[in-house]
């Protein structure tokens, strides 16, 4: 099926913004504080600040934050501040992208990223890779979600009958 899509370069697709207004002047996190400070590689949230200037706000969203080293991406739709300048900003560029499509995109791209170095501008967002129209994109990105969503319900009764057998052992042997 995909080899009957269009091939299009991720540049071709997504804008890219620098993040250097959304970046923290202090690291003084806490957990009493609204605002995420966000990375794109594991940790995602960083911490949470105080400060009210340079947050990437709600009628912006949803965006991929990108992590020119690495190449690691996240999808957030909600504000936020960013901790260093080494990442970038995706937002579609036009009508009939679905971004979230985008991202999932991403995650299946195979890219080596073993030089430190920035890779958006370069070599990254010249990949070319198979986009379909929109409803493609909406099916698939509605199969995904809705997979998630198990995955959810799943932990979510994982962790009950974790605190099940808990209570249990705890009751038996403390009568």
Not at 35 to 43: C, E, H, N, S
């Amino acid at each position: 099926l995909s080899n009957k899509w269009e091939k299009v370069s991720l540049e071709d697709i997504l804008n890219y913004e620098q993040p250097n207004k959304y970046i923290v002047k202090t690291t003084d996190y806490s957990d009493v504080f609204e605002i995420p400070v966000l990375t794109a590689g594991k940790t995602f949230i960083l911490g949470y600040t105080n400060e009210k200037e340079g947050i990437y706000s709600t009628n912006n969203l949803p965006v991929i934050i990108f992590d020119d080293f690495t190449t690691a991406t996240k999808y957030v739709d909600f504000p936020f501040k960013v901790k260093s300048s080494a990442i970038k900003i995706l937002k579609p560029k036009k009508d009939g992208i679905n971004l979230k499509f985008v991202f999932y995109l991403m995650q299946s791209l195979r890219f080596n990223a073993n030089q430190h170095k920035r890779y958006w501008i370069s070599e990254y967002s010249k990949l070319r890779v198979p986009f379909p129209p929109i409803e493609v994109q909406n099916s698939f990105v509605k199969e995904i979600e809705l997979l998630e969503e198990e995955i959810h319900k799943a932990e979510r009764n994982i962790q009950k009958n974790k605190e099940n057998i808990k209570n249990k052992i705890d009751k038996f042997f403390l009568k």
